[in-house]
């Protein structure tokens, strides 16, 4: 059976954008990958690469993991496990630095952005995409599903796998990332020129799964767009509307050119109240299911059979490549 894999961080309440770029892909990926098997976790190792409360950490955990299950994943065909609970995480770390250059993961992008807005930078934070490359090489993913902020870090994981290849003839999978046709990117509510993200300071910047409806629609009417009035996508010169408009077509899965000719001749209120309608119908349901996950026994029995799932793959793997790398006793 071929293998998915993909992860999220625990660092805030999951926003619509980490929503449509990652954990929607993963449930329709699930309904029409029917000869794959899904490695899902929560990557708690790489949230601590910027210092967490640890209460609010583990707070985290709990919901992500209610989360991926609320948004439709099937329990068959799935590991859902928390990636610090698979020591062989981090070992696999360390054996991909020893194959990373300074250079390669000086040019990440992510690395340079997290970094600006540090006082003290860890050195995790700056080895963080070969914990990356550890996640997916130990499972030899054929496909990882993620959004387009991720791009570069997929492929300095193929040029490491193909680096080791090279040495240790085909001993890793080099994976494909998977990244969705509408919703790879969504903006900021507030700053329609940066990411939505989970770690922005500011609320508004927003739509988390959980909030309230209200909130949703607030959101949403007081959204960034600009003054000329005319519903159309130009994401250069109108990136507000452009992202509302992105939006609403990875919620409905339709494409920005039936979105723009069905509100051609519309307003912007008409446009934006269309908009709270549909992300507060979608986001019911998985709230429901989440406030009844979230209450019972089974978010733990399913993360402790994922762990075990996972544990039996990733210890393999990683003392395969202890032995190809000539490391302690021979057997
Ligand atoms: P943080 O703010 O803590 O850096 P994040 O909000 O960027 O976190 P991650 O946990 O790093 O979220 O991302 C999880 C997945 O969601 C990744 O595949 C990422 O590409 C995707 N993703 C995150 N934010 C967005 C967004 N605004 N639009 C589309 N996809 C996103
Ligand atoms: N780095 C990713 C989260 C992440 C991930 C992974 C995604 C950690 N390990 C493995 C896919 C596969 C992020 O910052 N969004």
Known sequence: MKHIVSGIQPTGSINI???LGSIKNFVALQNSYKDHHFYLFIADLHAITIPKDRLKL?????ELAAIYLACGLKEERLSLFIQSEIPAHSQMSYLIQCFTYMGELERMTQYKDKAQKQASVSSALFTYPTLMAGDILLYDAEYVPVGDDQKQHLELTRDIAQRINHRFE???KVPKPLIPKVGARIMSL????????KS??????RIELLDDDNIIRKRIMSAVTDSEGKIYYDKVNKPGLANLMTLMGAVKNESLAAIEAAYQDKTYQTFKEDLATL???HLRPIKERYQEL???DKLDDILEKGRIEAEKIARKKVMKF???LGLGRKK
């Open 170 to 172: 085909d001993f890793f």
């Open 58 to 62: 583990r707070k985290m955990i709990k």
């Open 190 to 197: 507030a700053d329609p020129t940066v990411k939505m993200s």
């Open 322 to 324: 202890n032995h190809k």
């Open 279 to 281: 992300v507060i119908d």
């Open 17 to 19: 954008g980490t929503y």
């Open 294 to 296: 979230i209450k019972s």
């Open 200 to 205: 922005d300071a500011n609320v508004k910047s």
